[in-house]
């Protein structure tokens, strides 16, 4: 059980830019995602996730660059995703002072390199992230895309987040392809789904738009952090109105 919930903006980052997208597409340039990452310390963010979304389809590893300008201005634990398939790309990554890896396409396609990267760096330093979209054929009813949303693979995601944990995963971010940048709330369903099929921490991400849906991914959801983007991109709350309106309705953040 987590102590408290963790509040982590997400800084989606194409070319080197904070970008920010609906579905996974149409993506808007917004700014510099060193200098955003560096006001949302500041602004109490408990974490940051930065997933450089365009390196899995365009065949590269994360532009290092971007993650180092990142790491020298924030003073939280930064996740980065996006274009990691080995061990080595992990290691790269640990040794500029990145916190842990998300690892998506090249888990699904290569579920040794879950255990591989918990037993060379600990569970804790890996999160497995999981894009899915409603498909009824699946289980659970929601099923696992790759490739930044471009490939469903036929594979219940829920199922695979319990092979993720199995396989030494420390925290799973699943996505809802459908929610996500709609900010019309999180898929609580597929989120509830996962968080109560597994024991490691899970993050909701894909689609917050209002304040009251942070509080539904805890209380109805079960996720035990929320990942943020448009909510305090576009400068409609700060991260600090966020906490505050969660511990009003008696969740329990780090203020």
């Known amino acids: 059980?987590?102590?408290?919930?963790?509040?982590?903006?997400?800084?989606?980052?194409?070319?080197?830019?904070?970008?920010?997208?609906?579905?996974?597409?149409?993506?808007?340039?917004?700014?510099?995602?060193?200098?955003?990452?560096?006001?949302?310390?500041?602004?109490?963010?408990?974490?940051?996730?930065?997933?450089?979304?365009?390196?899995?389809?365009?065949?590269?590893?994360?532009?290092?660059?971007?993650?180092?300008?990142?790491?020298?201005?924030?003073?939280?634990?930064?996740?980065?995703?996006?274009?990691?398939?080995?061990?080595?790309?992990?290691?790269?990554?640990?040794?500029?002072?990145?916190?842990?890896c998300s690892i998506n396409t090249a888990a699904v396609k290569n579920p040794q390199l879950i255990k591989d990267a918990a037993a060379e760096f600990g569970s804790e330093r890996v999160t497995v992230a999981i894009d899915t979209r409603r498909n009824p054929q699946m289980p659970s009813g929601f099923e696992v895309v790759v490739d930044g949303g471009r490939t469903p693979v036929g594979k219940d995601a829920v199922s695979w987040a319990k092979q993720c944990e199995d396989l030494g995963a420390g925290a799973i971010l699943p996505t809802s392809m459908d929610a996500d940048g709609t900010q019309a709330g999180y898929d609580i369903p597929m989120t509830r789904a996962i968080a109560s099929a597994v024991s490691i921490p899970v993050i909701a991400s894909g689609g917050a738009g209002t304040l009251d849906h942070l509080v539904e991914a805890v209380t109805q959801g079960g996720a035990s952090a929320v990942l943020v983007a448009s909510l305090f991109h576009y400068g409609k709350y700060t991260i600090r109105q966020a906490k505050e309106y969660m511990a009003s309705k008696g969740i329990k953040v780090k203020l």
Request: contains cysteine.
């Open 1 to 100: 059980m987590v102590d408290y919930v963790k509040v982590i903006p997400c800084l989606d980052t194409k070319d080197g830019r904070l970008v920010k997208g609906v579905n996974f597409v149409n993506l808007r340039d917004i700014a510099d995602p060193a200098e955003v990452a560096e006001k949302y310390c500041k602004d109490g963010a408990d974490e940051l996730v930065l997933l450089d979304i365009t390196a899995t389809v365009e065949g590269r590893t994360t532009l290092l660059d971007v993650v180092r300008r990142t790491v020298e201005r924030i003073n939280v634990p930064l996740t980065v995703g996006g274009g990691i398939r080995t061990l080595d790309n992990m290691r790269d990554l640990f040794e500029l002072g990145v916190a842990k």
